[in-house]
């Protein structure tokens, strides 16, 4: 399995929705609307934040 990494190519804002796709290998736009519809019904808390703290964490993939 490979190591989960900000997606370079497939991003909107910070490539993390396109990095947890390629990672699980599914369509960035599922991950995308998923996780717009978990941040809407459940508030900031803890998606939204789960989102800063993944940007700090997570690093940018590899060019090359």
């Known amino acids: 399995m ?3 990494r900000r ?4 991003r909107k804002i ?3 929705c396109g990095g947890l796709a ?3 290998n ?6 995308r609307v998923v ?11 803890p998606f939204g934040l789960l989102y800063l703290i993944m940007v700090l964490v997570v690093p ?3 060019v090359g």
């Open 26 to 31: 599914v369509d960035s736009t599922l991950v």
């Open 35 to 45: 996780f717009v519809l978990l941040l809407i019904f459940t508030g900031f808390f």
């Open 60 to 62: 940018k993939e590899r």
């Open 2 to 4: 490979t190591r989960l």
């Open 14 to 16: 910070f490539g993390i």
């Open 22 to 24: 390629k990672w699980w």
């Open 7 to 10: 997606s370079r190519t497939d």
